[in-house]
């Protein structure tokens, strides 16, 4: 069983950056599929980034160019850089893993990330 431990929320003006960290208890090399997402108050999941361990990452239309995910297989820990963040992307946000797909098996308590205008 892995373990996914999201650090890194708070409250930041628009316009400024967060790093978001998922730690897994598990190898990340492992972990063929990870992925953030994030839930907005009334609003549906949704997806935000992902990365493949084919080097293959994907990110939602309202956050390309300003977010990025990326892996430290070495710290099993993977990062969402956020940066000129939008009242917009206020949400609890979420890193899920999948070993052999896309569809997590793997789910992290998810951290909040509230931004102000």
């Known amino acids: 069983q892995v373990q996914l431990v999201e650090s890194g929320g708070g409250l930041v003006q628009a316009g400024g950056s967060l790093r978001l960290s998922c730690s897994s208890s598990?190898?990340?090399?492992?972990?063929?599929?990870m992925t953030w997402y994030r839930q907005a108050p009334g609003k549906q999941r949704e997806l935000v980034a992902s990365s493949g361990s084919g080097g293959i990452t994907n990110y939602a239309d309202s956050v390309k160019g300003r977010f990025t995910i990326s892996r430290d297989i070495s710290n099993n820990t993977v990062y969402l850089q956020m940066n000129s963040l939008k009242p917009a992307d206020t949400a609890v946000y979420y890193c899920?893993?999948?070993?052999?797909?896309?569809?997590?098996?793997?789910w992290g308590q998810g951290t909040q990330v509230t931004v102000s205008s």
């Open positions: 899920a893993a999948g070993r052999l797909t896309w569809s997590p098996d793997y």
């Open positions: 598990g190898s990340i090399s492992s972990l063929n599929f």
